[in-house]
């Protein structure tokens, strides 16, 4: 006996990887460019932080986290997507999260009810996508609809040219801005033209900005400044944000999620039952890290130096681009599990198809299998040798 929901989900992606790797053994040392775990050094200021409160950890936390923390959330929110004064309540619109990968998860399972104007409901996502926002829509029994973000569409879903009637039935939407893969920044006349049709057809807006502080030049917008522009509050809006890539410890699971006043106490209540409540040394540590900034300055300029190899390094080869914002680089290579399974083979590169982040569209295509992922987390010189290596297996395998 178990719930068959499960039967919907598809293999993780990194599962499919090594599937598609087994048995290839590299002739080279290898490096692991697939995943997009953050590979530079934690600030000092972390294990200070977690050493000063460690007689905490024989207490259970508060699911709704420390008043501190919540300050600290709101106040960062308050400076970085400059908010009018009281905007933001700590009390009301903001809740911690132990990363925000379960929270996005639970979303679903907060805003999706079981019918929507009679019709099974729907979240939409764009495609190619974070992959459990297909595994949150499946397990709370809403249909999940891809919404291309193509190249042609400047990689970002056009929600506004969804049917009325898929509307009708939208229960949520995802939005990732700097989107995962491809590094778009949605600029703020776009967020709120999705808050204006969220509220006109009733459904959640879940914005996925983990990757907000890892930007080329300008800071890009977040949902909360496009909800403080429109009026009416944070209705129908959840923005979730996290210290993984910002601070560069996605091991120390730390995030938020502010929003609307009703489905954050509701978001209370069920993580009450279920949610992963951090524990109270790292909530002092995370709260520590929200509330600097010099170590995120540093970590963009990292960042930085890596991109401008990789501009040197592919120019205007394989579609090369520099993203707006986050850490990949979407390269075009024509087949992208040919591609990563050579690179692996012959540079010693783990790199993640394209066509594991996305699901064929109405015209039965994948609008990622052209693509590579490549993750710019590890140090400058290693990055910068493994660019290099690919580049050269790139080449020789250019019919
Ligand atoms: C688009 C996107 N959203 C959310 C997450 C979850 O990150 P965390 O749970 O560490 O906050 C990731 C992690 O890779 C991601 O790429």
Redesign the pocket.
Same mark, same amino acid.
């Given at each position: 006996m178990y719930n068959n929901r499960l039967d919907g989900l598809t293999e993780y992606p990194f599962q499919r990887l090594a599937a598609l790797l087994a048995g290839i053994e590299p002739a080279v040392p290898t490096v692991n460019m697939g995943i997009?775990e953050p590979q530079h050094e934690p600030p000092a200021l972390l294990l200070a932080a977690l050493s000063k409160s460690a007689g905490d950890w024989g207490k259970y936390p508060p699911t709704a986290g420390t008043p501190v923390y919540r300050a600290a959330v709101t106040a960062w929110c308050t400076r970085r997507y400059e908010l009018p004064a009281n905007f933001l309540d700590p009390e009301k619109h903001v809740l911690p999260m132990a990363?925000? @990968?379960e929270g996005?998860f639970m979303a679903a399972q907060l805003c999706v009810p079981p019918r929507k104007n009679g019709q099974q409901p729907a979240v939409l996502m764009p495609n190619p996508f974070?992959q459990?926002y297909f595994g949150a829509a499946v397990m709370a029994d809403a249909v999940p609809i891809f919404v291309p973000a193509t190249k042609n569409l400047g990689f970002q879903p056009d929600y506004g040219a969804v049917s009325e009637s898929e509307l009708a039935r939208t229960a949520m939407i995802y939005i990732?801005t700097p989107a995962?893969p491809q590094g778009t920044v949605a600029n703020l006349a776009r967020l709120k033209d999705i808050v204006r049709l969220a509220r006109k057809h009733d459904f959640v807006v879940v914005s996925?900005e983990?990757?907000s502080e890892i930007y080329a030049d300008a800071p890009p917008p977040g949902m909360l400044q496009a909800c403080a522009e429109l009026g009416e509050g944070l209705k129908n809006v959840l923005v979730f944000n %996290?210290l %993984?890539k910002r601070s560069s410890v996605?091991g120390l @699971?730390a995030?938020f999620v502010a929003g609307d006043e009703d489905l954050i106490a509701k978001f209370s209540k069920l993580r009450a039952h279920a949610g992963a409540v951090q524990p109270l040394p790292v909530m002092a540590a995370a709260t520590a890290l929200w509330n600097d900034e010099a170590h995120v300055e540093l970590n963009r300029t990292l960042y930085r130096a890596k991109f401008d190899d990789a501009a040197a390094i592919f120019g205007n080869t394989h579609g090369f681009y520099r993203p707006a914002g986050g850490f990949f680089l979407w390269l075009d290579v024509g087949d992208g599990e040919a591609a990563a399974k050579e690179l692996w083979r012959s540079a010693g590169v783990r790199v993640l198809p394209g066509r594991y982040l996305a699901r064929p569209q109405a015209n039965a295509e994948n609008p990622g299998a052209p693509y590579i992922r490549v993750a710019l987390v590890h140090d400058q010189s290693t990055t910068k040798d493994a660019l290099v290596r690919m580049k050269q297996i790139l080449e020789g395998m250019t019919p």
């Open positions: 997009g990363g925000t @990968r996005l974070y459990v990732c995962n996925d983990c990757y %996290s %993984s996605p @699971r995030g």
